[in-house]
Nanobody, 121 residues
Framework: QVQLVESGGGLVQPGGSLRLSCAASGSIFSIYDMSWYRQAPGKQRELVAR???????NYADSVKGRFTISRDNAKNTVYLQMNSLKPEDTAVYYC???????????????WGQGTQVTVSS
């Protein structure tokens, strides 16, 4: 199977920055889109940013101009650079990968375990 492991979350003051990383490993034949989602307490999980294998990106309106998604295909890793953080960015951030397994040759979404980001003074 495919495993996703996130890192880089933590506590930061408003206006600060954090960089999240998500590394995919396991039985990977190919990874297509990679995305970051977030879920705040009492709210639904929402898409933050997505990047295609070719590097095309799209962002939620709430993070445009502040967050940047990137990926290293050779390392099967996706990053989320978060600048000018606001208290409303507080959430658990989840990595998502649309991947083809080299074991089953089936394509499906895979999820990481999540990493907490807290923006507070």
């Amino acid at each position: 199977q495919v495993q996703l492991v996130e890192s880089g979350g933590g506590l930061v003051q408003p206006g600060g920055s954090l960089r999240l990383s998500c590394a995919a490993s396991g039985s990977i034949f190919s990874i297509y889109d990679m995305s970051w989602y977030r879920q705040a307490p009492g709210k639904q999980r929402e898409l933050v940013a997505r990047i295609t294998r070719g590097g095309s990106t799209n962002y939620a309106d709430s993070v445009k101009g502040r967050f940047t998604i990137s990926r290293d295909n050779a390392k099967n890793t996706v990053y989320l650079q978060m600048n000018s953080l606001k208290p409303e960015d507080t959430a658990v951030y989840y990595c998502n990968a649309d991947a083809l397994s080299s074991l089953t040759f089936s394509r499906r979404d895979y999820w990481g375990q999540g990493t907490q980001v807290t923006v507070s003074s």
